[in-house]
């Protein structure tokens, strides 16, 4: 027998009925305070219903980043509306359309909360089209990093061609999208991390200076090699002060975390005899419209770079969804090059 044809329309209104069926989920539940294995746990627990301008995705794959390590031990707490439960990005299929979406396409977005979970929602504009040639986990490892580097790097750091970017962590999931993208925009790129083996991974990412940080002081590396213009930190604490001597003048200083240490003292004389423009942010409690502001500069700059391949999604291991506590901790471990992923 032959099947019926559907037309596009149809088939995506019969995929959004078949989805919209159930009305359950599998989540990550998740108890502040305590470790992975006591922390998080499978639960059953009501599907989110999608607001006006939010699109519905089936979840087939989730990031997992510091930020939810933090929340998990209770020092990042959601912004207000955000779902409770942990991730910030993920890939999957939308159910319930908005915007410019149908049910059925394949996307990967930005979240607030509610990643590690079979259905999440999201502002239908902090959503992507699934690059070409992705699967599900590699464009789900992209929008927390990529999105960060963008706005810190390119934004507030003002990274531009021929200029030599240093970042620190080179291996996380954060340093290796700055180390690809920075290339690809044509700068240079200084690359701090700690252990031989993971400073060679940053040279095979495409690092032209890479710094094992255990054995080598980067301040001296950098300042043999011209410098820095602009700075990626993720460290803070003792790297402040050799931070401002590696950069050169006019120099911008970006932070995005303090994992040694949040307090500072500040050479002013410092700052002003070399022009330096010192600054930071955080991401997750940027406005809706902001995001969405982002999110169309990243499709119109960085989408082009991953479909050309000078962006590569580097996916260091994947876990069941089940597994979220064993996920977190093998990123506590801290030996992970590129992302650690959840498979739904």
């Not at 319930?96 to 079979?118: F, I, M, N």
């Not at 690059?131 to 927390?144: I, K, T, Y």
């Not at 710094?211 to 820095?228: C, K, L, P, T, W």
């Not at 004389?269 to 406005?287: A, D, F």
Request: charged share 20%; proline share 6%.
């Amino acid at each position: 027998m032959f099947k019926r044809y559907l037309a596009p329309r149809e088939r995506a209104r019969k995929f959004e009925e078949t989805a919209m069926a159930d009305t359950g989920m599998t989540a990550i539940a998740v108890e502040g305070g305590k470790g992975p294995a006591e922390a998080l746990h499978p639960v059953q627990i009501a599907r989110p219903v999608p607001a006006e301008g939010e699109i519905l995705i089936a979840v087939r794959a989730a990031g997992v980043n510091r930020p939810d390590l933090l929340q998990r031990m209770g020092f990042y707490p959601p912004p207000p509306g955000a779902p409770a439960t942990l991730g910030l990005e993920v890939a999957g299929e939308v159910v319930h359309p908005a915007g410019r979406w149908r049910a059925g396409d394949r996307v990967c977005a930005l979240l607030g909360g509610g990643g590690y979970s079979e259905y999440a929602v999201c502002d239908a504009r902090h959503a992507l089209p699934l690059p070409a040639g992705l699967s599900f986990v590699e464009a789900a490892s992209l929008p927390e990093t990529v999105f960060t580097v963008y706005a810190n790097v390119f934004e507030h750091g003002g990274l531009k061609a021929g200029e030599t970017l240093m970042v620190h962590g080179a291996t996380s999931g954060i340093g290796v999208a700055a180390i690809q993208m920075a290339k690809a925009a044509g700068a240079r790129v200084i690359a701090t991390a700690r252990g031989a083996d993971k400073a060679a991974q940053a040279s095979a990412l495409g690092a032209d200076v890479a710094v094992d940080a255990s054995a080598e002081d980067f301040e001296v590396v950098a300042r043999a090699n011209g410098g820095a213009d602009v700075i990626l930190d993720m460290v803070a604490g003792a790297y402040f002060p050799k931070n401002l001597e590696a950069l050169n003048t006019g120099g911008r200083l970006v932070h995005i975390a303090s994992q040694a240490g949040g307090l500072v003292e500040l050479p002013i004389m410092k700052v002003m005899q070399k022009r330096l423009i010192i600054t930071g942010s955080t991401l997750r409690p940027r406005s809706a419209d902001e995001k969405a502001r982002l999110a169309g500069e990243i499709e119109r700059v960085v989408w082009p770079w991953v479909a050309t391949g000078k962006i590569k999604p580097i996916v260091d291991r994947t876990f069941p969804l089940s597994e979220a506590a064993a996920a977190h901790v093998f990123l506590e471990v801290g030996g992970h090059l590129g992302k650690v992923m959840l498979t739904v």
